[in-house]
């Protein structure tokens, strides 16, 4: 009897999980023709084709960049957590998600997609939990060793009559790099290195892990940034476009907009001067950028995605072996000592 409803069991869970599986991608299939359907295609196509080609082809070396350095934060995080997971999937899977995240939010991309690919290949809650901790605590201890410096020391100066003024956003750069100190010097000089919340172990980084998320961040941030201000044909001054793209990220992020449709165009059009350049061009450079950043990269991510899915048993079944292997050898060498 045990054993037939141990086999019950099993087979129950199953379907269980293949039913959660067509329920996930249900979802992501709806959140993708909601997202096409707020977007003006034709618009996008134009301003792709009329755009100076110099500027378009470096900002897509610009994106391949930005995407590369994000996959290293879940390479990063490959060593922290422990997995054996290899680097070609490792960072495929961080591309997927970051796709996903930018256009159809954290909770989809950051956190659903890895879940659902990640548990795909063979990893458990707990280390996919740390993964996307991990990457998300990255991504923004850049921004706010980046926007830190830049609103502390003034590179933006907001318009009168804006929901904060010039000194606020100082004093709020303040904040944000007094932040980014206080967490170095956290990880450097702390005596205690693990602590447990909710039953779950968070263990500390050390200085130079810390130096490390800091720096490819505060690059990936710039880099964005720069894309931006090549894409306006470098009208504006550098700082300016930069610190406005940070307003404009965390902005998305609280009016939650799929990929900040609208949003993004509304900050920039408040904050970059239009006696420096026109709002025409703001727009253009704003549709190219979305093309290039958010269009293309989700088009090429859910055929990426349906490919890894397909393929995720035997990846999986690779990576078992690979770690039985590693153990085997580690167990021959203690036995030798």
């Given at each position: ?30 959140l ?5 359907r ?19 082809f ?49 909770w ?61 956003l ?54 964005m940034?720069?894309?931006i ?29 799929p ?27 704003l ?51």
């Open positions: 009897m045990s054993l037939l409803h141990r086999s019950l069991s099993s087979h129950s869970r199953r379907r269980i999980k293949k039913g959660l599986s067509g329920v996930f991608l249900l979802v992501v299939v709806v993708l023709v909601l997202y096409a707020q977007v003006d295609w034709q618009e996008v196509w134009q301003s792709l084709m009329t755009y100076n080609r110099n500027a378009l470096g900002a897509a070396g610009l994106v391949v960049i930005s995407y590369t350095i994000y996959g290293l934060y879940d390479l990063l995080s490959r060593s922290w957590s422990g997995h054996g997971l290899s680097a070609r999937v490792v960072m495929l899977v961080s591309f997927i998600c970051y796709a996903f995240n930018l256009t159809l939010s954290t989809v991309g950051g956190i659903g997609m890895r879940y659902r690919l990640y548990s795909r290949l063979g990893l458990g809650s707990g280390t996919i939990a740390r993964i996307f901790s991990f990457s998300i605590m990255t991504n923004w201890l850049g921004y706010i060793l980046v926007g830190g410096i830049l609103f502390t020391f003034g590179a933006l100066h907001l318009p009168a009559g804006w929901y904060i003024d010039t000194l606020t100082r004093c709020i750069g303040g904040v944000l790099l007094a932040l980014s100190i206080c967490w170095l010097l956290l990880c450097s000089f702390s005596p205690k290195r693990t602590w447990r919340i909710r039953g779950r172990r968070i263990r500390l980084p050390g200085a130079r892990f810390a130096i490390t998320q800091f720096l490819l961040s505060a690059l990936n941030w710039l880099i940034g720069t894309t201000w090549l894409l306006m044909q470098q009208q504006v001054d550098f700082m300016t476009v930069l610190a406005v793209t940070l307003l404009s990220s965390i902005a998305g992020v609280i009016i939650h907009i990929a900040g449709i609208g949003v993004l165009e509304a900050v920039f059009l408040a904050l970059l001067p239009a006696s420096q350049i026109s709002h025409g061009s703001i727009i253009a450079a549709l190219v950028w979305r093309a290039l950043y958010y269009f293309i990269p989700l088009i090429i991510a859910a055929v990426c995605y349906a490919v890894l899915e397909s393929r995720a048993e035997k990846l999986r079944k690779e990576g078992e072996g690979k770690r039985n292997q590693v153990g085997a050898v580690k167990t021959r060498a203690t036995g030798l000592q």
